[in-house]
């Protein structure tokens, strides 16, 4: 059993979500705002966070701030309506391990909380696409060469989830195992977190005000 | 003179009775605010002009044979003072220096350019500056009277300044008078009238850049209420448009669907695509033709681009090919979603669409089904492209394209 916290600002959606998780998911709580979420995590004690991006009180990036700024290890999915980069991309360098968008079915939306709370990264199509484009517009000389590029393979595993596969069929394309294809987006994921390259937010920025 | 009857004590009317002015006030000199003697304060309220503007003409006219004094006084003489109990409020000296010092540069422009000694010309000119000023000061009283007042409490509150610009007029003049009386040096001329002219700008600067800054202001506000017209417009033409279409359609859940699901499409570039041109840009142009299958077919596609690029004949082959793609996933794979994946890389151009429905086997569709075969295969190799078709029963099918960049 994975204990999720849900956290968004409309109650409608928060039901709508409850009941579409698997049986392999307990609810222990739901949140509506960045200090009820911040106080959910704490007394309850989820393993998975499913976090909204919008929210009154500075958003889920205020909650990840504030609940990992304090050393929890606690995981978040971000879950969002929002296509704009600037989000997706902040709310990941914020340190959720995942994004995917509300239009995702109950099913898949089981398995990404699963393999979040495994510790492996969910990536969505777009947030595949958006980190392909980032990294692809690296004309700036970079500062850590192993942080501020991909790898080829990660750049086929990535190319895969744009494409719309499953982790499963992205496995049989290249002819590595599950396992292999999870290690490849937590190294993403990694880079991403981790990279200085400053380029990386002001790439989401300026796409948004293009 | 009062126009009220006694009994208005209690009449409804009273709270308007005083707002009525009265046909022809008594013009009084009123203490509070005036800067000599109240005349041109009093004038001004006399003919519902800014103070400030009488003041200037009176300083204009002055410089000019000395009539403004005159006029001055004689209204000084024939104008009651305003009646006042108590304490007279003391004078604004701030103000007076900056007229004053206003006066003495008029004087040294005066002297410098021989204008001071009478004729048409130089009435002419007095004239039409004190008209300027009532025109300008009648165009937008309000603003007019903000700028004024800002300009001088500016000014007031700037000692330094005015210190320093009496100065430099108080050098330009002494100087301007020295040189007068070596006769004919021209330079020393040109560089007193420069520090005299100087003195004014200093003067008048804080006056220049509240003007400034005031139409700054005014233009981000301009800015900001297009914009809003703007969202209201757009949420009005698409949003609530659409919400009455679905009421209209409540009964037809497909098209309920498709409504909302194009004013979601619609919506979202909207808010988070850059605007682009459909006709010109690779990503743009590819999701447009998604949109139109999307709203025809009734099945969600989802796209992600990568990149983007101009369009060229070669690669609106391509995006022909990978709307027949579209377009026979929509009809015949019987999937939830199409997944539409466009990559712009520095050599070519990749499209894929990909189904997870029901798929079929390649080698028994029949030669005259024109779809794959002529629509996508032949089409991009006919524009020195490639197509591969991925498909079995059961394992749903993908469509890749693949297009040079660059037109050879």
């Not at chain 1, 709580?29 to 106080?39: I, M, N, Q, R």
């Not at chain 2, 005083?18 to 005036?34: H, Q, S």
């Not at chain 2, 021209?186 to 800054?213: C, D, H, M, N, Y």
């Not at chain 2, 969202?231 to 669907?257: C, K, W, Y």
Request: glycine share 10%; aromatic share 6%; charged share 25%.
């Amino acid at each position: 059993m994975v204990k999720v916290l849900i956290v968004d600002d409309h109650r409608l959606f928060r039901s709508g979500v409850r009941a579409e998780l698997g049986p392999q998911i307990e609810v222990v709580g739901e949140a509506e705002d960045v200090d009820s979420a911040v106080a959910a995590i704490e007394s309850l004690k989820p393993d998975v966070i499913l976090l909204d991006v919008h929210m009154p009180g500075g958003g889920g990036q205020e909650v990840l701030r504030r609940v990992l700024g304090s050393g929890s290890s606690v995981r978040f999915l971000a879950l969002s309506v929002s296509d704009a980069a600037e989000d997706v991309i902040g709310v990941i360098r914020g340190g959720a391990r995942g994004y995917v968008t509300k239009t995702i079915s109950g099913r898949e939306l089981t398995d990404a909380i699963v393999r979040v709370s495994e510790g492996d990264a969910v990536f969505s199509p777009r947030l595949a696409g958006f980190v392909l484009d980032a990294f692809a517009s690296s004309e700036a000389p970079s500062i850590d060469p192993e942080l501020d590029s991909l790898t080829t393979r990660e750049r086929e595993v990535l190319r895969l989830i744009a494409r719309g596969y499953a982790y499963k069929e992205i496995a049989k394309e290249l002819f590595i195992s599950v396992k292999t294809v999870e290690t490849h987006v937590s190294s993403v994921l990694r880079k991403l977190q981790l990279s200085n390259r400053h380029e990386l937010s002001r790439w989401a920025t300026a796409r948004r005000l293009v | 003179m009062r126009t009220c009857p006694f009994t208005c004590d209690d009449a409804p009317e009273m709270s308007e009775t005083p707002t009525i002015p009265e046909a022809y006030p008594r013009m009084v000199r009123p203490l509070r605010g005036r800067i000599v003697a109240g005349v041109a304060q009093g004038a001004a309220a006399q003919l519902r002009l800014d103070p400030v503007v009488l003041r200037l003409a009176f300083v204009l006219l002055s410089v000019l044979d000395g009539l403004g004094v005159l006029a001055y006084a004689a209204l000084w003489m024939f104008t009651p003072r305003e009646p006042n109990e108590g304490e007279p409020p003391g004078r604004d000296w701030g103000q007076a220096a900056a007229y004053g010092v206003l006066g003495m540069a008029l004087t040294a422009f005066g002297w410098l350019t021989g204008a001071s000694t009478g004729g048409v010309g130089t009435w002419s000119i007095a004239v039409g500056g004190i008209g300027t000023l009532i025109l300008w000061q009648q165009a937008e009283p309000g603003r007019r009277q903000r700028w004024m007042t800002d300009a001088v409490r500016q000014v007031r509150r700037s000692w330094i300044r005015t210190g320093m610009g009496l100065l430099l007029v108080v050098i330009g003049a002494i100087g301007f008078l020295a040189a007068q009386g070596k006769l004919a040096e021209a330079r020393p001329g040109l560089v007193f009238t420069a520090v005299v002219v100087g003195g004014i700008s200093l003067i008048a600067a804080p006056w220049l850049t509240g003007l400034w800054k005031e139409l700054q202001k005014e233009r981000r506000e301009r800015i900001r209420q297009e914009e809003r017209a703007e969202m209201a417009a757009h949420v009005h033409d698409s949003v609530l448009h659409t919400l009455t279409l679905i009421q209209r359609n409540a009964g037809d859940p497909f098209e309920v669907t498709r409504l909302a699901r194009s004013q979601e499409r619609e919506l979202r570039n909207w808010l988070y695509q850059p605007k682009a041109d459909a006709d010109a840009s690779m990503a743009a142009a590819v999701r447009r033709v998604a949109a139109e299958i999307e709203d025809e077919h009734g099945v969600p596609i989802e796209i992600v681009c990568v990149g983007d690029c101009d369009l060229h004949d070669g690669l609106r082959a391509m995006l022909h090919a990978a709307r027949q793609a579209m377009v026979n996933a929509a009809k015949y794979a019987e999937a939830p979603v199409i997944s539409v994946y466009a990559e712009v890389e520095a050599e070519e151009v990749t499209v894929f669409v990909r189904d997870r429905g029901k798929g079929f086997n390649m080698d028994d569709v029949p030669d005259d089904r024109m779809g794959i075969r002529q629509s996508i295969i032949g089409r991009m190799e006919r524009h020195g492209g490639s197509a591969r078709v991925k498909t079995g029963p059961g394992e749903g099918t993908e469509v890749m394209l693949t297009m040079k960049r660059e037109q050879s």
